[in-house]
């Protein structure tokens, strides 16, 4: 079965770190971008991270806050956010999306469940 398991998500201050990751089974996976979503409460879905099958292009939000990696050999991307803050609260979602990171938001094929991140006050 295709899994793509998110998690480390959790309670953190403003200005805290978090790190997520995401253990990815049943497919490719080296073969494929892994992205990364998140959907903050009564909000709309949106994109955060995506890097590529080849660990070349890297897309990133946050304004330098967030940093995106993969360990091929772990089947797992990260999502190592810094300096994290209130607005940064939602449910964070990793996602294959293609090979490439480009327009990776509307390439995706597999979602996991998401792990939630509440940053407090």
């Known amino acids: 079965e295709v899994q793509l398991q998110a998690s480390g998500g959790g309670l953190v201050q403003a200005g805290g770190s978090l790190t997520l990751s995401c253990v990815a089974s049943g497919f490719n996976f080296d073969d494929h971008a892994i992205a990364w979503f998140r959907q903050a409460p009564g909000e709309e879905r949106e994109g955060v991270s995506c890097?590529?099958?080849?660990?070349?292009p890297r897309l990133e939000s946050g304004k330098g806050r967030f940093i995106t990696s993969r360990d091929k050999a772990k089947n797992t991307v990260y999502l190592q956010m810094n300096t994290l803050k209130p607005e940064d609260t939602a449910v964070y979602y990793c996602?294959?999306?293609?090979?490439?990171?480009?327009?990776?938001?509307?390439?995706?094929?597999?979602w996991g469940q998401g792990t939630l991140v509440t940053v407090s006050s």
């Open positions: 890097i590529s099958a080849f660990d070349g």
């Open positions: 996602a294959a999306a293609g090979v490439y990171c480009g327009h990776y938001q509307a390439h995706t094929e597999y």
